[in-house]
Structures are given as C-alpha cells and as structure tokens.
C-alpha cells in the first residue's frame, strides 16, 4: 500500500506536478515551496500523513551509530536547501535520516542578487549562486528551539558553519572570528547534533581561503580552542586533484573533527556532464551529475587513506539508490542529497531506503554498516 503510494507519487510528480513546477523559475519555486511547507507545518498532525506517504523506516538494516550519533537510516539532506532551518519537520516527516541545516553565517545575509538558480534538466543540475542567504545563526538557534522535541528525537540536525558573505571581515583572523561567532552559540546547545565547517562555498565573497593548507590549519587551531565536544564535520571542496586534497585531510585529521563531507558544488562549467553551453551571465557553480563522480572519486581514496580515522558523508549527484549505495561501497558511512529530491520528488528520499535494503539483501549484508567500504573488500561494487 505504502509502496503504491510512494509509486503514485512519483508518477503524479514527474507527470503533473514537475512540468507545472519547471514551468516557473526555479527562484520562484524555491520561494513557494518554503511558504506552502511552512504552512502544512503549521498542522502537525500532517506529518504522520506525509510520513506514512512517503518515508520508509527499516531501522535494523538502516540505523547505526556514527560519531556516537544514532541516524534512522543513511540518507540526509544535505546543506542549503533548509538554510534558516524552517522546515525541520518537513524534512524528518519525508523520511531523511538527518538534516544538515543552513549554511548558516555569524551575520545574517541577503546573498548575492538573484537569480540564485538556473536549472539544466538534460544534465541533472542546478546552477546555484545563493551565496549563503540565510537568517543568521542567532534567528535559526531561536527558530531550533521552537520545535516540538518530538521532531528532534531520533532526528540528528547537523548545523553547517560559513563565513558571513559580505565584503568586511575578509582578513584571515577576522573570518575565524566570524566562524567562531557562529560555534560559540551553537556548541552547547543540545538541540544541534553535529556542526560541519563549510569551507568550500565557491559563490562567496573573498572566495575560500580555508581551502588553502596553512590557512586551514590556522581555522581549525581556533577552532580546537572552543573545545566544541559534539561531532565536527567539514564541507570539503569537489574539483581537487587527489594530492591537494589530501593535504586538506592532512591537516584536518591533526585536530578536534571526526568526518569530511565530499562535498560541495562544482567549479566545472566545462565538465563533459554539463550538456549544454552555459551563458556567460549565468553565475553560479554546479549540482547533481556533474559533482558525481567527482565525489564517488574523493570518497575512494579518502576511505582508503583515512577510513579508521575519519567520517565520510557522501554527497554529490543521487539520484537514485544505487548511487546511494555507490558513494556506500566506497566508504561513505552516510549519503546526502538535495538536487535528486528536486528532479525527482520528495518520494525519492523514502525510495532510495527502500531499494537500500534490497540491495544489502542481494550482496548479502544485515546492516547498512556492513556495505560501508565494502567495494574495498571485494571485486563486485
Ligand atoms: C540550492 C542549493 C544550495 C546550496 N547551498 C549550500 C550551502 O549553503 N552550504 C553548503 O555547504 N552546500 C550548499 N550546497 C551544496 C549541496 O549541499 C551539495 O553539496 C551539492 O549540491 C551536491 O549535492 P546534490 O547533487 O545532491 O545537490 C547547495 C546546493 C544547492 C543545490
């Protein structure tokens, strides 16, 4: 029944819903999406009906402890679609296993003049140039605050860091001020799970200079120094050549973080996956296809190099289970997704789990725990 529902959705979606969506620009969608989930928000009791709709919960295959965290299953929303944390309950009730809220900055911000987004259906991508809107860290924490618990229990939020965008507080030692400003207020509440330092936003101003060794060192010094005793992930750039980015890991494993993220949009324009030429007006950097298999790469080698040590949320072009269970293999321990669910419906999320556990079923796995890395053990993935 529930699976019938979840089908019918989807061809309700691709059929009648996206055309009408896609009709719109994608501003405008985004714009309309956040109101009408804001106000079905305003009527708990349709979260059960979304839940029960669309989310599948398996817990004994899909739910692990990482980073001494409980996620219900792999598959979270990854940063920037919730950016002010207004639609937590939404989010939880279409069956993610977590959110990564924001990026939030220290100071709220207006982000870049729009339009934010250009959409390139034939190359499954987003051309985004928000360039950190958001409320600011202050106004999300009191926003986190007003949820019922209920959401929160069994829901890990992670809060991702950035820089506030804007021309001042450019210098090195102003930025980790900025950054600090942001942790200060989120470590010690209870209600933020996990934080995750985005460094490699690639629409802000001053660019990311955190993505250079030395200056990334001096980032996580600071950081270090708040003695921040929840889990520490860091939002790691996409189009480093293997030997640049595992100097970031370098350093990156010599302090207080426990898991990288692999990882934000593409700088590629030109990658052979953007089907079409892009106008030169047209700003921003790319989603979906185009970061994915940049992303399964950096997941192998960093698993291979750093899997005992370190975390790996792999994010970058799902679409369907099997890339989930791709990034998986090669050593993701949780996946994350944003321009998938917009291709393709808020059903994806509860579908992707689904098919997950017929796929730990058919290479004979219990637990999702058991896949992870697993394409390094044996020759079939
Ligand atoms: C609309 C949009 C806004 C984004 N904003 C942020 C952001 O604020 N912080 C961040 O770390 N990543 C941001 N990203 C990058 C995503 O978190 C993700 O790394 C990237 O889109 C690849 O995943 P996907 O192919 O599933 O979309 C954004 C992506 C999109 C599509």
């Not at 299953?73 to 002010?84: C, E, I, Q």
């Not at 965008?165 to 989120?186: R, V, W």
């Not at 802000?204 to 993505?211: L, N, Q, V």
């Amino acid at each position: 029944m529930i699976s019938f529902l979840s089908h019918t959705t989807t061809l309700l979606y691709q059929r009648a819903i996206k055309p009408i969506l896609f009709r719109s620009t994608p501003d405008a969608v985004h714009s309309r999406l956040i109101r009408l989930s804001a106000l079905r928000q305003k009527f708990p009791l349709s979260d059960s009906l979304v839940s029960l709709m669309w989310a599948y919960h398996n817990q004994a295959a899909l739910g692990q402890k990482i980073d001494g965290v409980y996620f219900p299953n792999p598959v979270g929303l990854s940063a920037g679609f919730d950016k002010s944390i207004e639609l937590l309950p939404t989010i939880k009730a279409v069956g993610f296993g977590y959110e990564t809220g924001g990026s939030v900055t220290f100071l709220p911000c207006e982000g870049n003049p729009r339009p934010w987004f250009y959409r390139l259906p034939t190359s499954k991508s987003l051309v985004v140039n928000v360039g950190l809107a958001n409320d600011g860290t202050t106004t999300a924490l009191q926003r986190i605050k007003r949820y019922r618990q209920k959401v929160l229990t069994d829901f890990p939020l992670v809060m991702s860091v950035a820089k506030t965008n804007n021309p001042q507080n450019c210098s090195d030692s102003e930025a980790i001020e900025d950054y600090l400003g942001s942790l200060q207020q989120l470590k010690d509440e209870p209600r933020v799970t996990i934080v995750e330092i985005n460094i490699s936003c690639p629409n802000a101003y001053g660019g990311e200079p955190f993505t250079d060794p030395p200056r990334l060192a001096a980032l996580m010094k600071a950081i270090d120094g708040l003695k921040i005793a929840k889990p520490i992930w860091v939002k790691m750039p996409i189009n480093l050549a293997w030997p640049e980015f595992d100097a970031l890991l370098k350093i990156i494993t010599a302090h207080n973080v426990q898991g990288v993220t692999i990882g934000n949009l593409s700088k590629d324009r030109r990658s052979e996956t953007v089907s079409v030429e892009l106008p030169n007006e047209v700003k921003g950097n790319l989603s979906g296809l185009p970061t994915q298999k940049l992303s399964d790469d950096l997941i192998e080698k960093t698993y291979r190099e750093y899997g005992d040590r370190l975390t790996i949320i792999g994010v970058g072009g799902i679409f369907t289970a099997e890339d989930a269970y791709r990034k998986i293999c090669l050593g993701a321990n949780l996946v994350g997704l944003i321009t998938g669910m917009i291709f393709e419906g808020p059903q994806l999320v509860g579908q992707v789990n689904r098919k997950l556990v017929e796929l730990l079923k058919r290479d004979n796995f219990s637990t999702i725990g058991e896949a992870v890395g697993s394409a390094h053990r044996t020759p079939q993935v």
